[in-house]
């Protein structure tokens, strides 16, 4: 029978194993993501966007969360022109990263690619909300109004682009 | 369906398909240009959330205030537009396109005569056709309308046209010829063969005008 001195010393003892195993192994499937974040960066600037969605999605399973795995796995898809797929990752990605006027911008240019344009419309008006004087963002507003005929309103946007008085007809 | 109709039907006020059947002497229908309904499908100058240089926002603002038919203020726009850009050719055309939409006639044909032809894209020919014809510049009308049938050349409408033209020119030979192409393709058109009866009396064809007539009253 072993004394409690040596029954606490080796309780320590595997725990801290068991400890410096998961540190271990955690770090292994990290660099083992952060690789095939490397990789997948490879082949995108490749033109090989297949495998380097691949493995975005093999670091996101591996651990790695991160906006800008995510930006890339939706840029993959954007480029592939996979729409569908490409929305829920920049809608996680706002998840993340919820103030991030360029993800909700993404976002709006993805609804419109799909015809959802109440989407785009709504989620613009977000983004003017909170910053008002951003070009791209009333661009893209017009943009949308005009996709869905809405010309009269859109052509106050394009006159606002140019700074010109909307009722300015010189 | 609905949409179709009205499409066809803007198609054919556009295209001047139309038949004058008191018409027994040679005359020029000259075919009223009108602007075609307003258009979602322009491509867009660049992707959504991509911002654009201020020409592009006034293209795009040109555009917009035309298909709202306000010509004076779309022109306005596009001749900014064309200070800041003047080799953008496909803004001059689609400016002419408004100038005539406008009812300036003779201004809409000098900006298209200041466009090289090659310059002239397929889909815009037959609208430019007209404004040339709507000026009575028949020369460079028949030009366009060539050259839109070398590469359409079942475009039976277009065909009609140039059949039109040519016989409004007393090129009575050269208008039979394609209004007897047109026939080939529909034989049982009696409006168009009604046309070409006109033109066998112009062309002092009396005897084939009269079985012609016949047949387009049979039809």
């Known amino acids: 029978m072993l004394n409690i001195k040596t029954r606490q010393y080796l309780t320590y003892a595997a725990l801290t194993l068991s400890v410096a195993l998961v540190v271990s192994l955690t770090y292994q499937f990290l660099q083992q993501a952060q690789i095939q974040c490397f990789n997948g960066d490879q082949m995108f600037k490749e033109g090989r966007f297949d495998e380097a969605a691949e493995h975005y999605l093999n670091a996101i399973a591996g651990g790695l969360e991160s906006p800008l795995v995510f930006h890339r796995l939706g840029d993959t898809y954007l480029a592939r022109r996979e729409f569908t797929k490409a929305t829920p990752v920049f809608a996680r990605l706002l998840q993340l990263d919820p103030t991030n006027l360029m993800v909700m911008l993404k976002l709006v240019e993805l609804y419109a690619l799909q015809n959802k344009t109440d989407n785009a419309l709504a989620l613009i008006e977000t983004v003017l909300q909170r910053r008002p004087d951003w070009r791209p963002a009333r661009v893209a507003r017009a943009k949308v109004l005009t996709m869905v005929g809405r010309f009269d309103e859109a052509i106050i946007d394009y006159r606002l682009i140019l700074h010109e008085h909307p009722e300015d007809t010189q | ?219």
């Open chain 2, 1 to 219: 369906m609905k949409t179709m109709l009205i499409a066809f039907t803007l198609f054919l006020t556009f295209s001047g398909y139309t038949t004058n059947i008191e018409a027994a002497t040679p005359a020029t229908s000259l075919p009223e240009v009108t602007q075609p309904a307003a258009t979602t499908s322009v491509p867009p100058l660049a992707p959504i959330g991509e911002d654009i240089q201020d020409w592009e926002a006034r293209w795009e603002l040109a555009r917009l205030l035309s298909f709202t038919k306000r010509y004076d203020e779309s022109l306005i726009q596009y001749r900014k537009l064309l200070l800041e850009k003047p080799t953008l050719q496909k803004a001059r055309l689609e400016m002419a396109s408004v100038l005539s939409w406008a009812g300036k006639t003779e201004e809409a044909v000098a900006t298209l005569r200041s466009v090289p032809q090659q310059d002239i894209d397929k889909d815009n020919r037959l609208a430019f056709a007209d404004i040339f014809i709507a000026s009575k510049d028949y020369v460079a009308a028949e030009a366009l309308l060539v050259e839109h049938l070398q590469s359409s050349p079942s475009d039976d409408l277009a065909r009609l046209k140039l059949a039109d033209l040519l016989s409004w020119i007393k090129r009575y030979d050269a208008s039979l010829k394609e209004y007897e192409i047109i026939l080939k393709h529909q034989p049982n058109d009696s409006q168009v063969r009604r046309k070409y009866g006109y033109v066998l009396i112009w062309a002092g064809k009396r005897d084939q005008a009269v079985i012609e007539l016949r047949k387009s009253l049979k039809e």
